[in-house]
């Protein structure tokens, strides 16, 4: 590749409110363990608001976009099939050994080292090492060309999905994996797993849902008794995490609890959202909803504590998942939750307080689990939802179950570039697909 050549990028510039599709020069590799990226489709998503609208901190121009899909069209030397291959793979994430020019992959939406501490144990979105894509300190993918460290760690080889027999997967839809799909996959995993389900999820009283405690016997335990015979959900915010985190909180508990009755309340203020939530669960089959024993349903904000009441008595949902990242999504999780309940925030929240008090958590016994999902270690699990669900996920762009609205092309120049995340900005326009060759 001549790295005299230009290419088009979407850049940020400060202070605020200022995305301007730019020539500026291609990557080039930077580390023996980069590889360079010819970017297919790159994602807008709601969390690169957060710095389109400008932060109290100064912040250098760079190109925007965390979410990727593209080819391999360079290895740094770290690589076997580097053609400038000097170095040592053995040890290393067998992607060093087997990445290849014109393998396509997608990447999670932060770097990751993939060989720390941190990384061995599958919280990748926490490496010491790693970096947010689109980002002063890491260029984005909404360009033609991206360079990712630590390629070896970061990106997933599309081709193994391919290759397991899964090629009517829809092209478009891995750009869903960069993202929102392991997020919403997370956030459903993180309720269901946390100690406080223990209970709802296996009838028996706590502490003795818990695997493993020694008792000393000496009185017969109790059964579990009342509405935790259907276990209550609510999920707030359905926007693209939302609707993802919707599917996989069906999946999961259609998969893994099989024999337990259910039923989610999926709440949105805004009403085309919360259409295409109602498309999107008709059209998923059983598989993936369960056959009777389980409901979802959609609504607005004071409708959803209604019905949350109605259905617990005024006690409240096991878990809450917060697919927002604001205070008032809190707010309504707390309103929403039961007592010794949990709320599973996978939002990205801006650097405010939130909006309760410690005695209010004390008082409810409410369990907050927060932040970043380790998107590259949840990928290999998205990707089986991916393929599962796509009657969902591999839906037409534009279509009225589709997670991605429309595709848009570079070519159409900056002003429309320009007004395309005005729209977004302004919640006129769902999530965009960027395809910076057309
Ligand atoms: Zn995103
Ligand atoms: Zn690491």
Redesign the pocket.
Known sequence: MDSANLMKAIRWHPPSYDQRLEDIPTPMLQHPDDVIVKVALAGLCGSDLHIYRGTDKPMAIHTSGHEFVGTVVELGSNYKHSSVNDTKTEGRPSLYDTLKVGDEVVSAFTS?????R??KQGI?CR????LLFGSPRLEGGQAQYVRVPFGG?TLFPTSALKSEGKSEIAAHSLLLLADILPTGVYAAIQALGHPKLATPLTGAPWPYSLPGLTTTGAVPRTSAETNDDVLHFAVVGLGPVGMCACVALLDQLTTRYPTRKWKIVAIDPIESRRRTLETMYSTIGADGKGTGQGELVVRGIEEAKTTVSEWTNGEGCCAVLEVVGNASALNLSYDLVRPFGVITSVGVHPAKPVGFEGEELYNKNVSLDFGRCPARAMIEVAAVLLAKRQDIFGSAPGGSNSLIEAIEGFKQGPEVVKAIYEKFDKGLVGKIAFDPWA
């Open positions: 990751n080292c993939g060989e720390c941190l990384c990748t490496c010491p090492f790693g760690a």
